[in-house]
């Protein structure tokens, strides 16, 4: 079993920055692929940015210039760097690991977090 952690949401301005975390559970979460998934009101989850276990990403073309993702191995935590923040960037936020080393947007990730608010003022 996999426990994942979000924390760093928040509220800020439009064109501000915030950086989530997710601390995973597991020592083998550098085998993973992991993703950070977000869902407004009234709207569907959608895939934001994916990191596989080779360090290679993808990006939603809406956050795509604007976002990094990244992971630090030796501290298990997923980060989402998030600049020039839009106020459409406001959602709930989760982090999702999956044992599958490469995943894409569809993948049907196994392991989630509980979610980290994000609030941008326009």
């Known amino acids: 079993q996999v426990q994942l952690m979000e924390s760093g949401g928040g509220s800020v301005q439009a064109g501000g920055s915030l950086r989530l975390s997710c601390i995973a559970s597991?020592?083998?979460?550098?085998?993973?692929?992991m993703a950070w998934f977000r869902q407004g009101p009234g709207q569907t989850r959608e895939a934001v940015a994916i990191?596989?276990?080779?360090?290679?990403?993808t990006y939603a073309d809406s956050v795509k210039g604007r976002f990094t993702i990244s992971k630090d191995n030796a501290k298990k935590t997923l980060y989402l760097q998030m600049n020039s923040l839009k106020p459409e960037d406001a959602a709930m936020y989760y982090c999702?690991?999956?044992?599958?080393?490469?995943?894409?947007?569809?993948?049907?990730?196994?392991?989630w977090g509980q979610g980290t608010q994000v609030t941008v003022s326009s």
């Open positions: 990191i596989n276990r080779d360090g290679s990403t």
């Open positions: 597991t020592s083998r979460e550098n085998t993973y692929c």
């Open positions: 999702a690991a999956d044992v599958y080393g490469y995943c894409h947007a569809g993948t049907a990730f196994t392991y």
